[in-house]
């Protein structure tokens, strides 16, 4: 079965860099979840996007910002990267409210900046 | 912002031993409780989703229940083996289309 593909699968920045990453959702998925897990901590939500519209928003910093296009792919652009930047980033997709949203997870794209 | 609370924080069990865990969550507004698993360097496998009160679900050795009226649901896993070792995370929602806010999750090492 089709899996939610993330790329880069890793990626090595310097500070002050930009950075995207891309999210390829299950198809007929029409939302993605953006999440990011620090060392040592839990996931935690960036943003949402549901038919191509921000649906939610978490702690995504101001220096970031994402879309979902038209083939509902996703991609997290990153500014200004700063060392706390460094983390593992999630992306989940679902279809909308079958069953309940189940949300279906990426490999990740883990960030490391230098 | 839901509040989500899960016991034990970590759990070490001889290959063979049953366990179970709990996930305690505000039982106002309750969509659905969502069970994930989460291996090292892997991303979270979806387990089960939960949404009426009394509900039970079942995977192989794992299964769960789910009391939405005092807010918590409970994962059991029969008989561990090495291969359940993992932190296992739940997560609740109180509406559709919502992003998961996990628990701080169980993490469990079973021994052989």
Same mark, same amino acid.
């Given at each position: 079965?089709?899996?939610? @593909?993330?790329?880069?699968?890793?990626?090595?920045?310097?500070?002050?860099?930009?950075?995207?990453?891309?999210?390829?959702? @299950?198809?007929?998925?029409?939302?993605?979840?953006?999440?990011?897990?620090?060392?040592?901590?839990?996931?935690?939500?960036? @943003? #949402?996007?549901?038919?191509? &519209?921000?649906?939610?928003?978490?702690? @995504?910093?101001?220096?970031? #910002?994402?879309?979902?296009? #038209?083939?509902?792919? #996703?991609?997290?652009? &990153?500014?200004?990267?700063?060392?706390?930047?460094?983390?593992?980033?999630?992306?989940?997709?679902?279809?909308?409210?079958?069953?309940?949203?189940?949300?279906?997870?990426?490999?990740?794209?883990?960030?490391?900046?230098? | 912002?839901? $509040?989500?609370?899960?016991?034990?924080?970590?759990? +070490?069990?001889?290959?063979?031993?049953? =366990? $179970?865990?709990?996930?305690?969550?505000?039982?106002? !507004?309750?969509? %659905?409780? +969502?069970?994930?698993?989460?291996?090292?360097?892997?991303?979270?496998?979806?387990?089960?989703?939960?949404?009426? $009160?009394?509900?039970?679900?079942?995977?192989?050795?794992?299964? *769960?229940?789910? !009391? =939405?009226?005092?807010?918590?649901?409970?994962?059991?896993?029969?008989?561990?083996?090495?291969?359940?070792?993992? =932190?296992?995370?739940?997560?609740? %929602? $109180?509406? *559709?289309?919502?992003?998961?806010?996990?628990?701080?999750? =169980?993490?469990?090492?079973?021994?052989?």
């Amino acid at each position: 079965a089709a899996g939610v @593909i993330q790329s880069p699968r890793h990626l090595i920045k310097e500070k002050r860099e930009t950075a995207t990453l891309k999210c390829y959702p @299950i198809p007929r998925h029409d939302t993605v979840y953006w999440y990011q897990q620090g060392p040592g901590q839990d996931p935690q939500f960036l @943003i #949402s996007f549901y038919e191509k &519209m921000q649906s939610d928003k978490g702690s @995504i910093p101001d220096r970031f #910002s994402a879309q979902q296009f #038209s083939d509902y792919h #996703s991609e997290l652009n &990153m500014s200004s990267l700063e060392l706390g930047d460094s983390a593992l980033y999630f992306c989940a997709s679902s279809p909308r409210d079958h069953p309940r949203d189940t949300q279906y997870f990426g490999p990740g794209t883990r960030l490391t900046v230098l | 912002i839901l $509040n989500v609370e899960q016991s034990p924080q970590s759990l +070490h069990v001889q290959e063979g031993d049953s =366990t $179970n865990f709990t996930c305690s969550f505000p039982s106002s !507004n309750f969509y %659905a409780l +969502h069970w994930y698993r989460w291996e090292t360097a892997k991303s979270p496998e979806a387990l089960f989703v939960m949404t009426l $009160n009394g509900d039970e679900k079942k995977k192989g050795r794992i299964s *769960a229940t789910l !009391n =939405t009226k005092e807010g918590y649901s409970y994962l059991y896993i029969k008989g561990s083996q090495p291969e359940d070792s993992a =932190t296992y995370l739940c997560a609740p %929602a $109180n509406q *559709a289309g919502t992003a998961l806010i996990f628990g701080k999750g =169980t993490t469990l090492s079973v021994s052989s």
